[in-house]
């Protein structure tokens, strides 16, 4: 999400005669895009900024603003805390940036925090940073109304609001007319997107009959775009159990350029730590989900996010969640130990007491399982014939592409004559639990 809004700044910023460096000694001006989610988030934030003390030295010119969710969390606490910040800007108020950057060239300190409720960037068409010009990120909802008691996205990022399924389909031209191969949709909650003519999700009760009748929700607007853009491959992330439908599922399966994986996080295998970190569904639900996603797409790629040490998590819950991820045997996941977000319910509410090391054990548990599982789901490809998008060289042989298959596996195969933004009919050969390795039998058609 931080990386397609820098991609939002760096429009709004090239429009006020900013230009993109790489190299922060030539820069006029740094932004820290910032993240809250977790402490060891912040911390690097902090320890980032430290590094620019000696930038600031050789150049006074030099202004650094920090960004996006701690921006959003600690205001103008940040400007007390970092002497070296002249700028502190929230999620929603990027286009206030010209005009916060030219007090800040008067040498006053800036900052707006103001939170939206409506989609803030729809007209913006973003400047695409890392471009490889295959794969793009595409924003299509913000905020979250979940508030599970361990999250500080509720608070940094605001109420849930979707954007228009016409700005979605106008940014989606344009990255189709630059030869765009990918799009992933993103959103914290993409199933809950809903539009009805702009305005907070919570306030689509109150809408009149006629928006209602004509409201589009996630499962509507994925078939929209995937019939328009047929050539393009489309991903989605994040999604939340219980707001998935099975009419997305069943879109999935419909159109072959929707691609066969589900990020679909649980977070806790217990039903007890579950309804304590208000996730509004149960073990049992969630599995009724994945049985249906595989029932409906047999080879669906499935990946998740676990917490390991939420309070008075006790050895039972967490072999809950060993016994969870057994039933499902996921392909791959986002694995965290609990760390205590300030203004929580959970920080509010509960203690943190499972101890560090506890923590850390049960994590290394759940990645050790994880691999496991990673390298068995694996091997279900070796002896497959599966369609590519080439995407960059392998870290580790310049002789070889890296890219992925619709189920989100990464793929390595010899060079040969193919290019980045291919789709390749790869044959798996051997695999491990984070790659698949194969090679080229006949030159394949692009989708
Ligand atoms: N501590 C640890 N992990 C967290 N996540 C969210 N909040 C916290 C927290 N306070 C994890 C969840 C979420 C992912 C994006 O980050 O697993 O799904
Ligand atoms: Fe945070 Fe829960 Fe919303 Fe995800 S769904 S952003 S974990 S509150």
């Given at each position: 999400m931080n990386f397609s809004d820098s991609e939002v700044v760096a429009s709004i910023l090239k429009n006020k005669g900013y230009e993109l460096t790489d190299n922060s000694k030539d820069a006029s001006l740094i932004l820290l895009n910032t993240c809250s989610i977790r402490d060891k988030a912040e911390q690097t934030v902090r320890n980032k900024l430290k590094n620019f003390n000696s930038l600031k030295k050789d150049n006074d010119k030099l202004k650094v603003g920090v960004l996006g969710c701690m921006a959003e969390r600690l205001k103008e606490k940040f400007l007390e805390e970092e002497k070296i910040v002249d700028l502190v800007v929230g999620?929603?108020?990027?286009?206030?940036l010209p005009n916060l950057l030219n007090e800040v060239e008067n040498n006053q300190r800036a900052v707006n925090v103001i939170l939206s409720k409506s989609e803030t960037y729809g007209d913006i068409s973003p400047v695409?940073?890392?471009?490889?010009?295959i794969s793009a990120f595409v924003s299509i909802t913000r905020g979250c109304d979940n508030m599970c008691t361990f999250c500080v996205v509720p608070f940094t990022r605001g109420r849930e609001r979707s954007r228009s399924p016409e700005s979605i389909i106008r940014e989606m031209q344009e990255l189709s007319d630059k030869g765009y191969k990918e799009v992933t949709l993103l959103g914290q909650n993409v199933d809950s997107y809903l539009w009805y003519g702009g305005g907070p999700k919570k306030d689509f009760i109150k809408a009149n009959e006629e928006k209602k009748k004509n409201s589009i929700r996630f499962s509507q607007l994925l078939d929209l775009i995937a019939t328009s853009f047929p050539k393009i491959r489309i991903r989605f992330s994040t999604s939340n159990p219980q707001d998935m439908t099975i009419d997305v599922i069943r879109t999935m399966a419909k159109y072959?350029?929707?691609?066969?994986?589900i990020h679909l996080p649980i977070q806790s295998g217990s039903d007890r730590i579950l309804k304590k970190m208000n996730r509004l569904h149960t073990r049992q639900e969630y599995l009724d989900l994945i049985k249906k996603i595989k029932e409906i797409i047999p080879n669906c790629g499935i990946s998740h996010d676990i917490m390991t040490g939420f309070p008075t998590e006790t050895e039972k819950d967490h072999q809950d969640t060993l016994t969870l991820m057994e039933e499902v045997k996921y392909d791959y996941g986002y694995m965290f130990a609990y760390s205590e977000r300030p203004g929580t319910y959970a920080a509010r509410?509960?203690?943190?007491?499972?101890?560090n090391d506890i923590k850390q054990r049960r994590l290394e548990e759940i990645i050790n399982l994880q691999q496991k599982h990673s390298k068995e789901r694996n091997q279900r490809f070796i002896k497959k014939t599966c369609p590519v998008l080439v995407d960059k060289s392998s870290k580790k042989s310049k002789e070889f592409w890296s890219g992925r298959t619709s189920e989100n596996n990464v793929v390595v195969f010899p060079k040969q004559n193919f290019s980045p933004g291919e789709i390749v009919d790869v044959t798996i050969e051997d695999c491990t639990s984070a790659t698949l390795i194969g090679k080229v039998k006949k030159k394949s058609i692009a989708i």
């Open positions: 999620p929603d108020s990027y286009k206030d695409r940073i890392h471009n490889n010009g072959e350029n929707i691609c066969n994986h509410k509960f203690d943190d007491d499972v101890n």
